[in-house]
C-alpha cells in the first residue's frame, strides 16, 4: 500500500521529537514548568524509523497527543 501516510506521521514525530530536544536544552525552565509534558519520551521518538509498532503509534496519537495538545504550554514565552 501507500506508505506516504505512516511517513508523514514519523516526520511529525520526529520534529516533536527535536522541538522537545531543543526546549529542554535551551529551555529548561520552561521544560521544568511544564512538567506535565513528557519531554524524554517526545525526544526519544527522534529513534524511529520505518519498522515501527504502528499499534503503538496509534496508541499514542490517541491517548497521549491529544493531553499534549490539550496542555497550556504559552509557546509565546519561549520567543520572548
Known amino acids: 500500500g501507500d506508505k506516504r501516510p505512516r511517513k508523514a506521521v514519523l516526520a511529525c514525530f520526529y520534529l516533536l521529537a527535536e522541538a522537545a530536544t531543543m526546549i529542554v ?12 509534558v513528557p519531554w524524554k519520551a517526545l525526544a526519544e521518538m527522534r529513534a524511529l524509523d520505518l519498522d515501527v509498532d504502528w499499534d503503538a503509534v496509534w496508541t499514542l496519537v490517541q491517548d497521549d497527543l491529544p493531553n499534549l495538545v490539550r496542555a497550556d504550554l504559552n509557546c509565546e514565552a519561549l520567543a520572548s
Open 25 to 36: 536544552a535551551s529551555f529548561p525552565a520552561y521544560a521544568v514548568d511544564h512538567m506535565q
